[in-house]
């Protein structure tokens, strides 16, 4: 799962793993929110189930759309767990309807598991990274992490 080192690293970049440690930021929310701006599903392949337009194209039952999840989340900016998270856009990487991701539970309980673990280890810092070169979804090739010395 490429979401996972992305998630410490934004942490870690923007302050919050402390936050998240001390208990002032919200675990939930900053997952969602980071969620939204990795997009661990850039795009999907869905089927028209009735005749309708999609931004000023008709389309007919059947025909294939690309939904451009990457673009959808794009759109509502940068991180930012304090802002509200947008209710039409939620985990909309997992899909919708019929086609929501049965495998969503176990992801979001791996998710928090690692987090907690990263967590409780105490004070951590992101020490080495490499990004991952040559793949579909942007993750990292090697996140190191230590922990950070009393000062």
């Known amino acids: 799962m490429s979401f996972i080192p992305r998630l410490i690293a934004i942490c870690h970049d923007t302050g919050l793993l402390d936050r ?3 208990g002032t930021a919200d675990t939930a929310t900053v997952v969602e929110e980071a969620l939204r701006v990795t997009v661990p599903s850039p795009v999907m392949l869905r ?3 009735r005749a309708t337009e999609v931004g000023g194209v008709p389309v007919a039952p059947g025909d294939r759309v690309v939904v451009a999840t990457l673009l959808c989340a794009a759109a509502y900016g940068g991180f930012d767990p304090g802002r509200p998270h947008p209710p039409e856009l939620r985990r909309l990487w997992f899909g919708a309807g019929p086609h929501f ?3 969503m539970p176990l992801a979001m309980a791996q998710i928090r598991a690692v987090l907690d673990a990263v967590l409780a ?8 990274r490499r990004t991952a070169r040559r793949v579909l979804i942007p993750g990292y090739a090697r996140l190191t992490l230590t922990r950070r010395s009393a000062p």
């Open 20 to 22: 998240l440690r001390d």
């Open 47 to 49: 089927s028209v189930a």
């Open 101 to 103: 991701c049965i495998g």
């Open 121 to 128: 280890a105490g004070p951590v810092v992101v020490a080495r």
